[in-house]
Every structure is written in structure tokens, then in C-alpha cells.
């Protein structure tokens, strides 16, 4: 796979910008590394995200699967 090095260097600009890497400049070097409190704060995100979208699609699939059952209010 060939990438462009402005490509490369925007992207990498980019998770700079918002956490995720640290960038330390060397002469006309750049070095790059992970941000290991942004990749935590993603993660958290990432996982809560996907916890509410993962319980949303059971009641979908679930209420498909089974359309005379209706919720519990109580559930809520």
C-alpha cells in the first residue's frame, strides 16, 4: 500500500489535534506517539456508544422476534 507522505502527515496532524497521538518535533523530523489519556477517553466513548447501540438492537431484534410482548414500564 503507497501513501502519500502529506497524507500520512494531515492524518496524523489530525489525531494530534484532538488527543490521540503526541507529536515531538526533531530538526525537520516530526515522531509521533499514542496519547494514552485520549486513547482512554475514545475507548470510554467507544464503549458506551456501543453498549446503548448493542441494548437497543436486542429490544429491536427481540421485539421483532416476539411482537405481542410489550415493555415493562417499569423497565425504563
Known sequence: MRACYCLISQHLLLLAD?????????GR????????????????????FWTDELDSLVAE??????????????DH
Not at 18 to 26: E, M
Not at 29 to 38: A, E, F, I, V
Not at 61 to 74: S, V
Request: aromatic share 4%.
Open 29 to 48: 523530523n516530526r515522531y509521533y506517539s499514542l496519547d494514552s489519556g485520549g486513547m482512554r477517553s475514545l475507548r470510554e466513548s467507544l464503549d458506551i
Open 18 to 26: 484532538v488527543g490521540l497521538v503526541r507529536a515531538r518535533k526533531d
Open 61 to 74: 431484534a427481540t421485539a421483532l422476534q416476539h411482537p405481542n410482548l410489550k415493555e415493562n414500564p417499569d
